[in-house]
């Protein structure tokens, strides 16, 4: 019975794997390369980079107002 159940699950595993071999693959160096362009192209509009002005802060401290 064991012997069936795994060519069964073999069965299953083969199209994933033929899915898989299938795809184009891109070489580390080169992801690491457009990662790095695309920061650098992008690093102007990165709030955590450039900051975020006072007036459109939504989490700016609120004002305290007192009457006393």
């Known amino acids: 019975m064991s012997g069936s159940s795994s060519v069964s699950a073999m069965k299953k595993v083969v199209p994933q794997l033929r899915l898989q071999a299938g795809l184009n693959r891109?070489?580390?160096?080169?992801?690491?390369?457009?990662?790095?362009?695309?920061?650098?192209?992008t690093a102007q509009h990165d709030p955590l980079l450039t900051g975020v002005s006072s007036s459109t802060n939504p989490f700016r401290p609120q004002k305290v107002c007192s009457f006393l």
Not at 26 to 41: E, G, N, T
């Open 26 to 41: 891109v070489k580390v160096s080169q992801a690491a390369a457009d990662m790095k362009q695309f920061c650098l192209q």
